[in-house]
């Protein structure tokens, strides 16, 4: 287990200077709810203040990294969330939905990702950033995980 404690890292319930009214009324807080690892994956639990709305999306990046690899051949999967869709890129190069299991049941949102498709790596390197209308509205710090070996 990494860890499995609540971290609120983001709950932006006004919007910034600059951003029209009509643009921030689906602004959503998100929430760590837990991070852990089993045999074989990583599973990340966020926490949403509201549902997704039309607009707003999620990044979630995983960097992973290892002393056996150089970090640049090293995949660097982002996975991009919207009120009914998901897609999952690595840099730019759109993948395969199926690489990233994602469940989404009320304001949670459960990510299973299988560490090989990481390149099996000993850390990973995340965060979650939110945009309203492509706007990039806010993020939490990036976290480190390290995963036992």
């Known amino acids: 287990?990494?860890?499995?404690?609540?971290?609120?890292?983001l709950t932006r319930l006004?919007?910034?200077?600059?951003?029209?009214?009509?643009?921030?009324s689906g602004v959503v807080g998100v929430d760590w709810e837990s991070v852990r690892?089993?045999?074989?994956?990583?599973?990340?639990?966020?926490?949403?203040?509201?549902p997704l709305a039309e607009g707003?999306?999620?990044?979630?990046p995983f960097f992973g990294y290892s002393s056996k690899i150089p970090f640049s051949d090293m995949p660097k999967f982002d996975l991009h969330l919207s009120a009914l869709t998901y897609s999952v890129y690595d840099q730019y190069k759109l993948?395969?939905?199926?690489?990233?299991?994602?469940?989404?049941?009320?304001n949670q949102i459960s990510i299973q990702c299988p560490l090989k498709t990481l390149g099996d790596p000993q850390k990973i390197?995340?965060?979650?950033n939110t945009y309203v209308n492509d706007f990039h509205f806010d993020h939490t710090s990036w976290v480190v995980l390290e995963l036992q070996q």
């Open 1 to 9: 287990m990494i860890f499995e404690e609540r971290k609120k890292f």
């Open 14 to 24: 006004g919007a910034p200077k600059g951003l029209k009214e009509s643009k921030s």
């Open 37 to 50: 690892s089993e045999p074989g994956k990583i599973i990340m639990t966020i926490g949403l203040t509201r």
């Open 56 to 60: 707003v999306d999620i990044s979630i």
């Open 95 to 106: 993948l395969d939905q199926g690489l990233i299991h994602l469940v989404r049941s009320g």
């Open 125 to 128: 390197f995340t965060c979650i």
